[in-house]
């Protein structure tokens, strides 16, 4: 039995005798010498080597290394149910990038993101173009008094504008609440449920929804129907799980055919890129589309792009996760490989940080959970943006941070750990939104898009480091809770952004922005302490594999 070469690629101390093998004890196994090796849980360490047995421990490893790059993360191993006898050998399966996977998963995200920003500036500008009919008596509109909106607030029509802007941001957060609530309970069950049933449905189902919703307000818009009947079309996008269950597709893709350390962080944030830069590119577009050929087409064209975004899926995106069987008894293993990361595996200094990373990551999400509020925003006073230039600055400003966001993300990182990236980002953010919050000229807002281009993703550094400290047969229920919780935060961000908007556009309309500034404060304290908490133990782990190596 060669177990040598198996160490050695293991990470352990290639020094011992190729004889030696661990006495298996129950669940635990005691190990041969530091650093660990990975085996089941708990890991009991002694300076004193295994004796020879007639049985050598079952180790089945499908970690990307025998030592997390924190230095904090205990050993994971596989179920026990997975493993086939007890005589089984050592292994050390590592997990390499496969970039052909991502190419094409960025490829089918950027067609979804196409498809979805078709269709978001046309339903807010549409929308509000409904409630300004219903609002302004006839003959008062802004367009009939050839301007974009009114400016001077002791009109008449300035105090109307208002109202419509009320009134259009209170039916937007009704039609988040009627989706989210179904999107919350689907996304977890098929979130914990894709380790077993495979990633290509979470892909698929959401795509479904998105046709069936861009189809009725398509529907809508051309026969001038009621707009309750858009409600229809939310519950369903909620019923299939909608933008969560996708990006969660996405983001368990990345985990699947990446390594822990370095590559999987740049793919988290090559996905956030990719959503970004195609939405800030069809924002233009759709601008211009609205301008010139009014709403229904733009909506056409989005319900067409989710049937190409469907088509692209079943053609070119294969299902490499290794599929375990679709049963009841895996959908409850499921549901508690969901929970089981957060509470019960890990030892105190895992927990302590896994529980800041989810706390921040929950704060993180919840402020940028603004709805529409932005928009509104520039199409009121002082702004007055027509929907072309909203376009042409979505996609100046998003694409001028996002082309910098990976090359910028790689330089920081070969200085310092992703915590003291996400840090950076927070700060430069939260300076974005305070210059956002009391501007009020065109040059004031393209300051906003220059200092905004300095921050990196936070929602994917956050996502692979705790991603890290999660074992690999779990990254798809771990990562549905973590899209749960976005839901969850998008719950309770765009009705309290929606109300403070409602309530100081008339004051106050940078409001909204101080708190998103707030907030990102906060979360840079969070993760200053998981920066430096982390950096503490690291460098603790590290001294004692030196020195019990030494021995």
Sequence with gaps: MEKEPLLKECGAIPSIP????????????????????QTATPCIQTATPCIQTATPCIQNINATSCTNDHGDVPCVRNDPADQTSSTTSKTCEKNETKYGTLLLVNIVTCLWTI??????PVLTQYLYMRVKDDVYPNGTEPEKHNVTCFQNSSTEGFKLQEKAQQVTNAMQMEFTLTKSGCELV??????????????????VVPSAGYL???????AIIYWDLDLRFYYVG???????????????????????????????????????VTIAVAQASISSVTGVFIENTGFFYPSLASALMSVVVMVTIMCILSDNVKRRGASCRNLLTGFKNVFSSYFTEGSKRRKVLFWLGIVTYFTYFVITSTGNVKTLWQLNYPLCWSPEMIGYYSMASTMFQQV???????????????PVIAVWSCVVTMASNVLQAFSYTNWMMYGVAIVGCLSVSIGGILR??????????????????????????????????????????VSMRGA??????????????????????????FKVEVTSTETQTRR
Excluded: W
């Design 18 to 37: 190729p004889y030696m093998s661990c006495i298996p004890t129950g669940t635990s196994c005691i190990q041969t010498a530091t650093p660990c090796i």
């Design 186 to 203: 689907v996304t977890f069950i098929l979130g914990s449920f894709s380790d077993f049933i495979g990633r290509r449905v979470l892909f």
């Design 234 to 272: 939310e519950m369903l996008e909620g019923v299939t799980g909608g933008s969560s269950l996708f990006k969660l597709a996405c983001y368990t893709c990345v985990s699947d055919n990446t390594p822990a350390k370095g590559v999987r962080t740049l793919g988290m944030i090559a996905v956030d």
């Design 464 to 505: 692979s480091v705790l991603s890290q400290m999660t074992a690999p047969d779990r990254q798809g229920s771990f990562l549905a809770s973590l899209s749960v919780m976005s839901i969850v935060s998008v719950l309770l961000g765009e009705p309290m952004f929606s109300y403070i908007y409602r309530y100081t556009v």
């Design 115 to 120: 498809a979805l920003n078709l269709h978001s």
């Design 512 to 537: 909204v922005f101080l708190t998103c500034a707030g907030g990102n404060l906060l979360c840079a304290i969070l993760l200053t302490i998981l920066a430096v908490l982390s950096n503490i133990y």
């Design 404 to 418: 910098l966001s990976i090359p910028l993300a790689r330089l920081l990182q070969s200085c310092v750990r992703d």
């Design 212 to 218: 069936i919703k861009d189809s009725i307000l398509t």
